[in-house]
């Protein structure tokens, strides 16, 4: 079953505009969240990170928003540069958990337009 | 660079050949994870360690896969009698102190090809 979900196979957006990437989990369990970002041929480049007594962390461009009620966690970048272009994966982890292993979701493709 | 490395990048196979991928953490971090990655997916969970002790091993980890980690410090992960259904990406991550909330950090991974 898909833990975590990223319903958006892809994303176009014009530059200088806001991008959001949307993610849902199904798992109560989960209380730590992460976005990584990935080029084609590179491992997963750590962005931002959200724990769930928050619901919203900001790190210049980038703003993740945590809803705990619905399970829903997004990802704002504002403005969109054509440089941000890659696949963005949406991750979770159950800190009670003794490894910390993140699941992650399919991943949503953004295309920033100049 | 102080960053995750593995080696090889890339390694094509035959079926049935035996592969071994290496994977050196940031030298601080205790926590390392090896993680596969197939078309069109996220990342999977295939086994952690902590220091030199493998303490959780996923379902995808058959008994074809084992993994080391010997002195804590750079991991193996090696494939026996490799199979078609093996392509992938093969990811390590490493992360701070366990029981805190720490990022992993990931390497550039190692991509298979089987034959």
């Known amino acids: 079953d898909q833990q975590v979900k990223q319903n958006s196979p892809s994303l176009s957006v014009q530059e200088g505009r806001i991008s959001i990437l949307n993610c849902d989990y199904t798992n109560s369990m989960f209380d730590y969240f992460l976005w990584y970002k990935k080029y084609p041929a590179e491992g997963p480049t750590f962005l931002i990170s959200?724990?769930?007594?928050?619901d919203k962390n900001e790190d210049g461009r980038f703003t993740v928003f945590l809803n705990k009620s619905a399970k829903h966690l997004s990802l704002h970048i504002v403005p969109s540069q054509p440089g941000d272009s890659a696949v963005y994966f949406c991750a979770a982890s159950a800190y009670g958990g003794a490894t910390n292993k993140l699941i992650f979701g399919t991943g949503t493709l953004l295309a920033v337009q100049p | 660079d102080t960053g995750v490395s593995q080696d090889p990048r890339h390694k094509i196979t035959k079926r049935g050949q035996n592969v071994t991928f290496r994977c050196d953490p940031i030298?601080?971090?205790?926590?390392l994870y090896w993680y596969r990655q197939t078309l069109g997916q996220g990342p999977e969970f295939l086994t952690y360690f902590q220091n030199e002790a493998q303490l959780e091993k996923s379902r995808l980890l058959s008994d074809r896969f084992s993994a080391e980690r010997p002195k804590g410090s750079f991991s193996t992960l090696e494939i026996q009698r490799t199979e078609q259904g093996d392509s992938a990406m093969y990811l390590c991550?490493?992360?701070?102190?366990?029981?805190?909330?720490?990022?992993?950090?990931f390497g550039p991974g190692t991509r298979l090809t089987v034959l």
């Open positions: 959200i724990s769930s007594i928050k």
């Open positions: 991550a490493s992360g701070g102190p366990s029981g805190s909330y720490n990022e992993q950090f």
């Open positions: 030298s601080e971090h205790n926590r």
